[in-house]
Nanobody, 121 residues
Framework: QVQLVESGGGLVQPGGSLRLSCAASGSGFSINAMGWYRQALGKERELVAT???????DYADSVKGRFTISRDNAKNTMYLQMNSLKPEDTAVYYC???????????????WGQGTQVTVSS
């Protein structure tokens, strides 16, 4: 099993910044791709950004130029630097990881518990 724990959410004014972290733990797995998703109240969960184990990134159009995804493979930790935040960025942000089991070679997907980000004056 892989456990994912997000941190760094909170309340910030429009135009402000926050940095989210996602720490992965567990044994018997190697973490492949990781990503951040968000779900606003009353809306479906949507992709924010993804990063491969090699560092290739992709972003939703709505966050391009404002958010930066990164990861530290040695620490099994992923980050999301969020700048120029807007009220429409308000949501619960979830960490996702694709992990390969050493023994079986099978891939599984895991989710964190989510962290609330609120952008409001």
């Amino acid at each position: 099993q892989v456990q994912l724990v997000e941190s760094g959410g909170g309340l910030v004014q429009p135009g402000g910044s926050l940095r989210l972290s996602c720490a992965a733990s567990g044994s018997g797995f190697s973490i492949n791709a990781m990503g951040w998703y968000r779900q606003a109240l009353g809306k479906e969960r949507e992709l924010v950004a993804t990063i491969t184990s090699g560092g290739s990134t992709d972003y939703a159009d709505s966050v391009k130029g404002r958010f930066t995804i990164s990861r530290d493979n040695a620490k099994n930790t992923m980050y999301l630097q969020m700048n120029s935040l807007k009220p429409e960025d308000t949501a619960v942000y979830y960490c996702n990881a694709k992990a390969k089991a050493y023994y079986s070679g099978f891939y599984s997907y895991y989710w964190g518990q989510g962290t609330q980000v609120t952008v409001s004056s």
